[in-house]
């Protein structure tokens, strides 16, 4: 599932549409447009040019704009990719792919919105108050928050603290996988209450979500190397990378949680 660092690799993906103009939207399932029609959308787009994509959270935007290198101004194309999307960077000769339901075509190659479940999709906001309404219910992005608002934010309810990190509206951009990564690497439990976090506890917490943002999003995704948590998630004997204790994997929040009752005690 997508998560902060894989919408990063996106937005390079994206990036090499900026700039250039739309010759054509060719929408080949509707279902992904949410809240505009495809004919709306083809022509709101058509001939526009698309800016320097942006990320917030797990939310890519891509300004538009009437000329090559005016600044951009509405509308603005938001893509979330739920479960299973993706962008892909395409030559025009490149097969279609059955799960590709928006390709934006330009001279220069074809940028494709790729999503086998469909769970959420793409907007169209033509104005910046339709981009701050859809955005409304998120918290700061986790790699431009400060320390001290981590702190408050996080803490501010009393409850389990996978969920809360993991809740968009405290901060966005973290999913199951970067907080497991971010939990074990602070050998915190992921049970522990935040109401019971030390200060100690949170600096940690905040430097290694910084850390593990920092390596994750220069890939494009939470890395599997060896050293890593996420390499160990698939493994038939599941061991802990740093003292190799048998790791555990339970459900919290209804998200499947691995951990090292070694590193991280109750
Ligand atoms: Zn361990």
């Known amino acids: 599932m997508p998560e902060l660092p894989d919408v990063e690799g996106f937005r390079r993906v ?40 942006r990320r917030h959270g797990k939310w890519l935007l891509i300004g538009t704009a009437g000329a090559a290198n005016a600044p951009a101004s509405p509308p603005v194309v938001l893509l979330h990719f739920g479960m299973t999307g993706n962008l892909q960077w395409c030559p025009h000769d490149a097969e279609l792919h059955d799960h590709d339901r928006v390709v934006f075509d330009f001279a220069a190659g074809e940028l494709r919105y790729r999503d086998m479940r469909k769970l959420t999709g793409i907007h169209l906001a033509r104005e910046q108050d339709e981009v701050d309404d859809l955005l409304a219910g998120l918290g ?89 948590l996420t390499g160990h998630r698939d493994e038939p004997d599941r061991r802990c990378p740093r003292c190799s204790t048998a790791l555990r994997r339970t459900r919290i929040g209804g998200r499947s949680t691995l951990w090292c009752p070694t590193c991280q005690p109750d």
């Open 140 to 228: 700061p992005d986790a790699q431009q928050i400060e320390a001290a608002e981590f702190g408050e934010r996080l803490t501010r309810t009393r409850r389990r603290l996978k969920p809360a990190l993991m809740d968009q509206s405290v901060i966005a951009g973290l999913g199951n996988i970067c907080v497991d990564e971010i939990l074990w690497r602070a050998r915190i439990h992921p049970n522990r209450s935040t109401a019971d976090l030390t200060d100690d506890d949170l600096d940690r917490l905040y430097r290694e979500m910084r850390a593990m943002l920092r390596e994750a999003v220069r890939v494009g995704r939470v890395p599997d190397g060896p050293s890593w």
């Open 14 to 53: 994206a990036k090499q549409a900026a700039h250039r103009q739309v010759r054509e939207v060719r929408v080949h399932d509707a279902q992904v447009l949410r809240g505009v029609g495809s004919e709306a959308f083809q022509r709101t787009l058509r001939r526009r040019y698309l800016a320097e994509p």
